[in-house]
């Protein structure tokens, strides 16, 4: 147990249904990001929102909108996904972005399939 | 942008072998983390190196900061069952988020 928990853990859904993806952090973190793990690829970091700001967005598609309403709750909104949007789905929280020692603290991640 | 390079890319030892695993970029970081990933869930922090040359003991896993910050290794002793996973690096360039490595992905054979 990281203190990360996600929701639900495995999603299947077709291509023009929508979802939504939730993290909590109970660490009392300032920082929370959205990865998506494929098979045979690096991290790919999404989002990462600061004190409920976002502040990176990695060209990631529009069919993917995140939402931050308060520093312990992250969301992922999902429209209309294409098939190459299965992954595993990681959220992870830091006390805080800025540099030295940016620890941070995964949740158990959200397998999603899109047929 | 920034890459980190880990090698080699897949493992498959038996128990009791000891093993070294390599993370190698040409940016500097201000810090390395190493962590290990299970089949199924998050990756878990396992050590966080910051200054050069640093080396740190985990029980059998020996963590070490290259001299100038921009590679680190990481040996396992006698590996066990247990220490199957997904090893990922990720340095941090004191900017924003971390850069991860593409993983060594390590099955110990019984």
């Known amino acids: 147990e990281t203190g990360v928990t996600q929701t639900p853990r495995h999603l299947v859904m077709g291509m023009t249904n929508k979802k939504s993806l939730k993290c909590e952090q109970h660490?009392?973190?300032?920082?929370m990001y959205w990865y998506k793990q494929s098979a045979k690829k690096p991290l790919e970091l999404m989002f990462v929102?600061?004190?409920?700001?976002?502040?990176e967005n990695n060209s990631v598609p529009s069919r993917f909108s995140p939402e931050c309403p308060n520093s312990s709750h992250l969301f992922l909104h999902l429209h209309t996904l294409q098939p190459e949007d299965s992954a595993l789905y990681l959220c992870a929280s830091s006390r805080a972005l800025a540099g030295g020692r940016n620890e941070q603290f995964f949740g158990p991640g959200t397998r999603l399939t899109v047929l | 942008t920034q890459l980190l390079e880990q090698s080699p890319q897949f493992l498959s030892i038996q128990e009791g072998e000891n093993l070294t695993v390599y993370c190698n970029s040409s940016s500097v970081f201000s810090s390395l983390q190493w962590y290990r990933q299970e089949p199924g869930e998050g990756p878990v922090l396992l050590v966080t190196v910051v200054t050069g040359g640093e080396v740190k003991k985990l029980k059998r896993l020996t963590f070490q900061f290259g001299d100038a910050r921009k590679d680190s290794s990481l040996h396992i002793t006698a590996a066990q069952p247990g220490d199957t996973g997904l090893y990922l690096c990720?340095?941090?360039?004191?900017?924003?988020?971390?850069?991860f490595g593409s993983g060594t992905r390590l099955q110990v054979q019984p």
């Open positions: 990720a340095g941090d360039t004191g900017r924003r988020a971390l850069t």
């Open positions: 660490l009392g973190h300032n920082a």
């Open positions: 929102y600061s004190l409920e700001e976002r502040v």
